[in-house]
């Protein structure tokens, strides 16, 4: 069974930074990205950011220059470093496995990122 733990969440002031991890345990075949989305209070769940196999990759406008993905295939491993914070970046964070074939996305717990002066 697929499972995706995040880890790396936290209380951080603006301008601070924060590095999530996502580790995913059992055998994922047909991925068609590894990612991240955010939800905000009373906002809808947005994409983040996108890594694809070949290692190209996706970011929301409103993260670029600030975040950076990537991973580490040997252990199945995506992380988000996240510079640069600010207030508007609060909110649950969620790992994403995206698959060709169903089911079609894995989804981690969530990890809660504040950025708080």
């Known amino acids: 069974q697929v499972q995706l733990v995040e880890s790396g969440g936290g209380l951080v002031q603006p301008g601070g930074s924060l590095r999530l991890s996502c580790a995913a345990s059992g055998r994922i075949s047909s991925i068609n990205a590894m990612g991240w989305y955010r939800q905000a209070p009373g906002k809808q769940r947005e994409l983040v950011a996108r890594i694809k196999p070949g290692g190209s990759t996706n970011y929301a406008d409103s993260v670029k220059g600030r975040f950076t993905i990537s991973r580490d295939s040997a252990r199945n491993t995506v992380y988000l470093q996240m510079n640069s914070l600010k207030i508007e970046d609060t909110g649950v964070y969620y790992c994403?496995?995206?698959?060709?074939?169903?089911?079609?996305?894995?989804w981690g717990q969530g990890t809660q990122v504040t950025v708080s002066s």
């Open positions: 994403n496995v995206n698959r060709a074939t169903w089911p079609y996305d894995y």
